[in-house]
């Protein structure tokens, strides 16, 4: 793993002074946020100058400047001095707004009310120490609103295990209300799902925290302000409970009875943010070339590059050279290099063939099973004429080429076991009349791509670039998906991966930057509009209904020519391949020793 932290609070505060001891609190959040910022409160009664409050705001000062410790938790400089300083604090919070506010049990029980009733932020009211020996933690959920940060909360602290325990008194609730959240429990791998049926939510609670290092649970689950902040359930569970407790409370208003709300509308993100957090890399951890071959070597693997190409003659060559210099002949990492041609008029397959590179025509592979255009079909054919048990693919067209592009995407698969697909991103400036626009390139991706996939398929969501052509995969991974012919490939093979192997199954990289040749606005459009076409393929798939039977396969483009506007229409029906391994003459290639 690249040993990333998975935090999902970026910034966290702790108030200190009026009575409260926020060390448990200061624990707990320096567990779940990137930052703790610690905020001094200082009350002076009623009737009396605020004044009168200096002395005990340098005592407040000096605490706060004993807990920073490290470079993770700084003090607030100013301390709120007031006859009510919780809501000086409630005020101070809405405007900063942070992550998560982090409060001692302690908190009076008015001026934790101020707070939970009416929430500036996401809240976590902590009861005993949070320390690093957490190992197991209870989330207990009803399919509310808190459930979702109970999850977040209780994930954030990386203990080895989460037990969601979902508490219902009739069993035909079971299935109710947390569809949402239901889906993420079932891709997190160190989450345990448990259901228990029973009058008495307090008591089980309370028996399954025998076994558990702390419990995370929601304070209540109601919209009426006449009812206490932190309902009877949770006082309980905190009173009860042999283990460390945090009940937190959602800034999110809470829903109006008898409609409810679905647990689960945001949960989703507690699966990718969590996803990104582990599964994204950077180029550079791999740049020890001996390491990532030692590590090739160590597994037994083989690695194959291939190169899709159309009329690349101005950087092939360079691409090729790049390339097979650094990872052949300087050091060992890639076992091939081939080209796979779609029809280059231009020269591109000589220079590669010059280059010393085995150079294929996709259109005469697999003659049997008939001729097409794209780039998904060269891919996918490039299966069939490489040997490795990694297969990779950069574009032919990168302006900037450096072996970064190359080992960024197969570090991932050399390092994880789990990771059958890893993709490549980098900012994509955009050239426009000779001059480059950084960050203006990826206009496909921004308007068409990540909405569609957001709308849909959420879970891949926090993938930076979906359409990038710089990626690689496992061949026992790939040879079990199809591919799209054209342009939906990229995506097609994205979907097939996750909803194969799931979110661990993905890695992304950062290979800083690239520069290549943008396309005019008109094939960019043609591109979207494949694009979308893939994702209702895969929708079609999953649903098992022909939405895509009574959808039109043509574009019709906007030309203005000689004074006057008129249509071009271009047939776009993108069509799939079936797994590789389902190919007779794949089969029979692989079944010859010399072709593994």
């Given at each position: 793993m690249n040993g990333h932290v998975f935090r999902p609070f970026a910034v966290a505060w702790v108030p200190f002074g009026d009575g409260v001891n926020s060390a448990d609190a200061v624990a707990a959040a320096l567990a779940v946020a990137d930052q703790v910022v610690?905020?001094?409160?200082?009350?002076?009664?009623?009737?009396?100058?605020?004044?009168?409050?200096?002395?005990?705001?340098?005592?407040?000062?000096?605490?706060?400047?004993?807990?920073?410790?490290?470079p993770r938790f700084r003090a607030r400089q100013r301390v709120l001095v007031g006859h009510e300083?919780?809501?000086?604090?409630?005020?101070?919070?809405?405007?900063?707004?942070?992550?998560?506010?982090?409060?001692?049990?302690?908190?009076?029980?008015?001026?934790?009310?101020?707070?939970?009733?009416?929430?500036?932020?996401?809240?976590?009211?902590?009861?005993?120490?949070?320390?690093?020996?957490?190992?197991?933690?209870?989330?207990?959920?009803?399919?509310?609103?808190?459930?979702?940060?109970?999850?977040?909360?209780?994930?954030?602290?990386?203990?080895?295990?989460?037990?969601?325990?979902?508490?219902?008194?009739?069993?035909?609730?079971?299935?109710?209300?947390?569809?949402?959240?239901?889906?993420?429990?079932?891709?997190?791998?160190?989450?345990?799902?448990?259901?228990?049926?029973?009058?008495?939510?307090?008591?089980?609670?309370?028996?399954e925290a025998a076994e558990a290092d702390l419990v995370v649970i929601g304070a209540a689950a109601s919209a009426d302000p006449s009812r206490p902040a932190v309902g009877p359930v949770a006082s309980r569970v905190v009173e009860e409970a042999g283990c460390p407790v945090i009940v937190v409370r959602t800034r999110r208003p809470m829903p109006a009875p008898p409609s409810g709300e679905l647990?689960?509308?945001?949960?989703?993100?507690?699966?990718?943010?969590?996803?990104?957090?582990?599964?994204?890399?950077?180029?550079?951890?791999?740049?020890?070339?001996?390491?990532?071959?030692?590590?090739?070597?160590s597994q037994g693997l083989s690695i194959s590059l291939a190169l899709p190409a159309l009329n690349e003659a101005e950087t092939v060559g360079r691409v090729i050279s790049t390339i097979k210099g650094a990872l052949m002949d300087d050091v060992p990492?890639?076992?091939?290099?081939?080209?796979?041609?779609?029809?280059?008029?231009?020269?591109?397959?000589?220079?590669?063939?010059?280059?010393?590179?085995?150079?294929?025509?996709?259109?005469?592979?697999?003659?049997?099973?008939?001729?097409?255009?794209?780039k998904g079909e060269a891919l996918w054919k490039s299966l069939l004429v490489t040997r490795g048990d990694i297969v990779a693919w950069i574009d032919t067209d990168i302006v900037n080429i450096h072996p970064r592009f190359?080992?960024?995407?197969?570090?991932?698969?050399?390092?994880?076991?789990?990771?059958?697909?890893?993709?490549?991103?980098?900012?994509?400036?955009?050239?426009?009349?000779?001059?480059?626009?950084?960050?203006?390139?990826?206009?496909?991706?921004?308007l068409m791509a990540r909405p569609l996939l957001n709308l849909f398929f959420p879970e891949l969501s926090g993938v930076i670039q979906p359409l990038s052509g710089e990626y690689a995969g496992r061949r026992s991974a790939l040879e079990r998906l199809p591919f799209f012919s054209g342009y939906g490939v990229e995506t097609g093979l994205l979907i097939d991966v996750y909803e194969a192997f799931g979110l661990d199954g993905l890695a992304q990289v950062n290979l800083l930057e690239r520069v290549h040749h943008n396309q005019p606005l008109e094939a960019l459009s043609r591109m979207s509009f494949v694009i979308a076409q893939a994702v209702f393929h895969k929708l079609q798939r999953r649903h098992g209904q022909p939405i895509l039977d009574d959808v039109n396969r043509t574009i019709k483009s906007v030309r203005y020519e000689g004074g006057r506007y008129h249509l071009a229409v271009h047939e776009m029906a993108e069509l799939e391949r079936p797994p590789m391994q389902d190919v007779p003459a794949y089969r029979a290639r692989r079944e010859r020793p010399e072709a593994r």
């Open positions: 610690g905020v001094g409160l200082v009350r002076v009664p009623v009737g009396e100058s605020l004044s009168r409050g200096v002395g005990a705001a340098a005592a407040v000062r000096r605490t706060l400047r004993e807990h920073a410790s490290g300083p919780w809501r000086e604090l409630a005020r101070a919070v809405s405007r900063a707004q942070p992550d998560l506010l982090v409060l001692p049990w302690s908190t009076p029980g008015e001026d934790a009310a101020v707070l939970l009733r009416n929430p500036p932020a996401d809240i976590a009211l902590v009861r005993g120490p949070v320390g690093p020996d957490v190992r197991r933690v209870l989330v207990p959920v009803r399919g509310g609103p808190f459930a979702e940060l109970s999850l977040r909360v209780g994930l954030a602290l990386r203990p080895a295990g989460v037990r969601v325990l979902h508490v219902q008194e009739h069993p035909e609730d079971i299935e109710a209300p947390r569809r949402g959240l239901e889906r993420v429990i079932g891709q997190l791998r160190d989450v345990e799902r448990r259901v228990v049926l029973t009058a008495d939510a307090a008591a089980a609670i309370v028996a647990a689960g509308a945001g949960a989703i993100s507690i699966l990718v943010d969590r996803w990104f957090a582990q599964n994204t890399y950077d180029a550079s951890e791999f740049g020890d070339l001996a390491a990532i071959v030692a590590a090739k070597r990492l890639l076992d091939e290099i081939v080209l796979v041609d779609s029809g280059s008029t231009d020269g591109t397959r000589e220079i590669a063939a010059g280059l010393g590179v085995p150079v294929f025509v996709h259109q005469d592979l697999l003659p049997e099973l008939g001729a097409r255009t794209g190359v080992y960024g995407i197969l570090g991932p698969l050399l390092v994880d076991p789990r990771v059958q697909f890893v993709k490549g991103f980098y900012r994509r400036p955009l050239r426009v009349d000779g001059r480059l626009q950084a960050g203006g390139g990826g206009r496909v991706t921004e």
